[in-house]
């Protein structure tokens, strides 16, 4: 499977379902029970690519600052919740972090676990078993350099358009607030 077939797909769902993150799932895995094992297994490999692009401190930074701190499985949702939104929003993200914001009406998807294992599932589905889970390692921590979010002056200045939000949303918890207290 070629990469502009996976965002194809990726898209496309997105696009069938509309802005609601669990339909997405569950058109996602209608569309891979379509598509052979091979193709199945090429998918989630690209997803887990996709992924691993994300995985980088300052998408971290910035998704912490949006949703709080993430432990491993809130931080795989959160990147699979960004891929689920397509190509362009994934590149936007990865180009500039302080763009996540623009990902806030979503943001009651992005700790849920909607798309870990739909590859699985659909192969299961079409076939009857499992596939091997053997890809390229994934890094073992983010790329980068983690920022001091309980710094408020250079959190400002690295994620503007973030802080901002959380200026308009005061219900959000500030990482320099309890470093304060």
Avoid: C
């Amino acid at each position: 499977m070629e990469w502009g077939t996976f965002w194809e797909i990726v898209e496309h769902t997105r696009a069938v379902a509309g802005s609601d993150t669990e339909r997405v799932a569950q058109v996602l895995l209608r569309r891979l029970r379509e598509l052979s094992p091979g193709e199945i297994e090429e998918f989630q490999e690209h997803w887990e690519q996709a992924q691993d692009g994300l995985f980088r401190w300052p998408i971290q930074d910035a998704a912490t600052l949006l949703l709080g701190p993430l432990d491993d499985d809130a931080l795989f949702a959160a990147q699979d919740w960004i891929v689920s939104h397509g190509r362009r929003t994934t590149q936007h993200v990865q180009d500039d972090p302080d763009n996540l914001v623009e990902l806030m009406p979503d943001r009651h998807n992005a700790r849920i676990d909607w798309f870990g294992g739909l590859a699985m599932e659909a192969h299961i589905a079409v076939t009857g078993r499992s596939f091997a889970v053997d890809g390229p390692d994934s890094p073992d921590e983010p790329l980068g350099t983690a920022a001091d979010l309980t710094d408020e002056i250079s959190t400002r200045q690295r994620f503007p358009r973030v802080a901002a939000y959380l200026d308009a949303n005061t219900w959000i918890k500030r990482p320099w607030e309890s470093a304060a207290s």
